[in-house]
């Protein structure tokens, strides 16, 4: 069926009579039609709409005439990539095929998609096939339950495997079914000599019987916390903190979940107790949720610093501040302070959850989501109120939404939404927004990564996420990796970290420090990988290297320009007195004492240019800038340079370039780089000297056509007393670079044996 034989009609009522079928007198199922609560279309055989129900419209938000007498390609809501599904399935059910229902996704004006579940079939009129009637349910809240599901248990499994406390899992006779690696270390067992076991016969000490099984049967009525007394493997005991809860499944336990802690020290000492006190405070100072404690006045106790933050306070400013007048919107104070009543007065539950705007000091204002509960003191009287705040400002729609689904699903899911919305909040802060990178491995692959992970390794968001590890990690640390990797599977523990290089996604090495630990995940062993790129850090310790390098040369060349010169300048002085006190030069003898005398002089004269250059390396000069014309200082630096006649020099000026610079240093790196071009065609050939600007640079480049620089010379080029020449001590290079950088330009070579060589050279303007 093709768009451009599609007719429009222009009386919808007339192509509803002639979809009406048969079977149902027409007022009726006109009625039915307007009163379904699922949209529904109707559609003739030229692929026209020529009726819609109420429901198509509510949902939609579009008007009548954006949908009747439309064809599906012109309906404004719906996906292009899911026009050619429908009229498949369209064809199918003209062809009298059994079809499935099909998933298409669609836009509501308010910009939210909806996934829809759409089922179509024929309709007749007197046994002749008319036209075709679509009935959509919107599915959307149905998928993203049970996803949400699914998730949540994976999370479980990584919580339980991961929380610093010794975790057991019990069957509904406390015999155990499961522990975590935290219980082996603070008891000694393994999984396989407790499994199946009751907590009897393994870690509670024959004096603690008739507490266990009083214990056992408060944790069937609910959540149990006590602090006792537990054996190890090896027969000591230690002193515990004990937390256990039902798992509880259509009204029924089918388990427990206990958690120990070692509190040996804190039961020894009282310094212990402030410790654990003062880790408290910092927990509720850096803790994400605001922490607010009122007396029975309504004045401020203790507030957190989140607490401050979230209501734009310094820290202590709001300390004795009364919390209703001071923090809340005049619109809700009245209904909070019932509230607040009702709470310290005890009436109905000890723990009370609402919702209220709180007012920041700017005057704007937060939706806050606070749990409550009162505070005793010793006489257990009723001395003020500790709430929990979770800013839900910007989560408040999407909780809205879900609130509008049936109540049916309403009902079965509505304690489990609860726990899973605060899980995904805290999943997703903890794992998605982390800083470092983090990674599941499964059967050699990474089935999940989250941002800061693709981030380092160079993914998109719609790059795959299962890859091979082998082909992320470099070929040289691969079989370490892979050595590491099947230890942990074996449930070996790793500790510490590791560095290896990560091959990204567009080929480049990135050097990584991990750390990892065996997991379940999906019911099977996995590997949860913590991964930090630490290319920074190794540049800073390459950098920090080479400057303690550069400092030892620079003193090092200090000391020995310091300790030549006087012996070079006596030398030279020397030389002249013999020269003026030669007789005569018409003796053979005297003339050849004479030559040697120049030579003297001529070798002191480079041992003293050498000095030099290591002193202008060792000492940073105070550049005198001016504004320049480039061509200028490049023409200076040819006529300061003898041209042997085999080499031909080629000008490609760019004119009236101007650089604010230090003429005198320019002019030096110029004449450098000439020199060792005219060095390096020692059998002549071409220069190439090119000036071209940008907006914000000036280029000057030096093309020559000598013998190349080697790749292993390449890398050493710059590197202070490297070179490959019989004179010199290779600081040229070195300098010339120097005075680049401190001009805030760049100096970059190219080149190959035998091909020649090009040094390009980058300067601001300005």
Request: net charge neutral.
């Amino acid at each position: 069926m093709e768009k451009g034989n599609m007719e429009k009609t222009s009386d919808p009522i007339e192509y509803q009579k002639e979809l009406t079928t048969d079977k149902i007198p027409e007022e009726m199922y006109k009625d039915l039609f307007e009163l379904a609560p699922d949209p529904i279309v109707t559609i003739n055989l030229k692929g026209i709409i020529t009726s819609a129900n109420s429901a198509s419209f509510r949902d939609s938000g579009v008007q009548r005439e954006d949908i009747i007498g439309k064809t599906i390609y012109e309906l404004p809501f719906l996906r292009v990539e899911d026009i050619p599904k429908f009229l498949k399935v369209f064809n199918s059910v003209l062809r009298g095929e059994k079809t499935a229902p099909i998933e298409v996704t669609w836009q509501s004006k308010d910009g939210a998609y909806h996934i829809n579940e759409v089922h179509v079939g024929l309709i007749k009129r007197n046994g002749k096939i008319v036209g075709v009637q679509a009935i959509s349910r919107d599915i959307t809240h149905r998928k993203e339950m049970a996803k949400m599901l699914s998730e949540s248990e994976q999370k479980f499994k990584r919580l339980f495997c991961n929380i610093p406390e010794a975790a057991v899992y019990w069957d509904s006779d406390f015999r155990v079914i499961d522990i975590n690696p935290q219980f082996t270390r603070l008891f000694g067992y393994t999984l396989e000599e407790v499994k199946g076991k009751n907590n009897v016969d393994i870690i509670i000490p024959p004096d603690r019987l008739e507490e266990a099984w009083t214990l056992g049967k408060m944790a069937k009525d609910g959540y149990v916390d006590y602090d006792t007394v537990r054996a190890k493997k090896d027969g000591s005991l230690v002193s515990v903190s004990l937390s256990a809860a039902p798992i509880i499944v259509k009204n029924q336990v089918v388990g427990f979940v206990g958690l120990y802690k070692d509190i040996t020290e804190r039961v020894k000492a009282r310094q212990e107790l402030q410790r654990q006190k003062e880790m408290a405070e910092n927990y509720l100072n850096i803790i994400g949720n605001i922490i607010v404690a009122l007396d029975t006045d309504g004045k401020i106790t203790l507030l957190n610093r989140r607490g401050h933050e979230i209501l734009g306070y310094e820290e202590g400013e709001l300390i004795g501040e009364n919390w209703f007048d001071k923090c809340l919107p005049k619109e809700v104070r009245k209904e909070v302070k019932r509230i607040f009543k009702q709470i310290t007065l005890e009436k109905g539950e000890a723990y009370a959850r609402y919702e209220n705007l709180v007012c920041r000091k700017d005057g704007s204002t937060r939706l806050i989501s606070w749990h409550n509960t009162v505070l005793k003191d010793a006489d257990g009287r009723i001395i003020g109120t500790l709430s929990s705040g979770e800013d839900i400002t910007e989560l408040k729609k999407m909780q809205e939404k879900l609130e509008q689904y049936s109540e049916q699903l309403e009902n079965l899911v509505h304690k489990k939404t609860e726990e899973l919305l605060e899980s995904e909040r805290r999943y997703s802060i903890l794992v998605e927004e982390a800083s470092d990178g983090v990674v599941l491995l499964q059967d050699g692959k990474i089935v999940f990564a989250n941002k800061k992970a693709k981030q380092i390794a160079g993914y998109t968001s719609e790059t795959k996420t299962a890859v091979l590890l082998e082909k992320v990690i470099a070929e040289k640390d691969w079989r370490r990796a892979e050595n590491v990797y099947q230890k942990v599977l074996q449930g070996k523990v790793f500790d510490g970290t590791m560095e290896i290089e990560l091959k990204t996604f567009d080929n480049r090495s990135v050097p990584i420090e991990l750390s990892g630990a065996l997991i379940l995940y999906q019911n099977r062993p996995a590997i949860l990988v913590i991964l930090r790129d630490v290319s920074e850090r190794k540049r800073m310790e390459e950098q920090r290297t080479k400057l303690e390098k550069m400092a030892v040369i620079g003193e090092l060349a200090t000391m020995v320009a310091h300790d030549l010169r006087n012996p070079l300048a006596s030398i030279r002085n020397a030389s002249y007195y013999i020269k003026t006190s030669c007789p005569s030069t018409k003796r053979a003898e005297c003339k050849t004492a004479l030559e040697m005398i120049n030579v003297i002089e001529q070798e002191t004269i480079t041992a003293n240019n050498i000095i030099n250059e290591l002193l202008d390396f060792s000492f940073k000069k105070t550049l005198q800038k001016k504004t320049q014309m480039v061509e200028r200082i490049v023409e200076n630096a040819l006529r300061a340079t003898k041209i042997p006649k085999n080499i031909s020099v080629k000008k490609k000026f760019q004119k009236s370039i101007m650089i604010s610079g230090d003429e005198q240093l320019l002019e030096r790196v110029f004449l450098n780089i000439i020199k060792n071009a005219v060095e390096a065609m020692p059998n002549g050939g071409t220069l190439t000297i090119t000036t071209s600007e940008t907006d914000n640079h000036a280029e000057i480049s030096f093309i020559d056509t000598g013998v190349g620089i080697s790749e292993e010379n390449m890398s050493k080029l710059f590197t202070p007393l490297y070179t490959t020449k019989a004179k010199g001590i290779g600081m040229g290079l070195s300098i010339c670079r120097k005075i680049i950088d401190q001009h805030g330009g760049t100096i970059e070579v190219r080149s190959k044996p035998n091909c020649g060589a090009a040094f390009m050279i980058r300067l601001p303007k300005s």
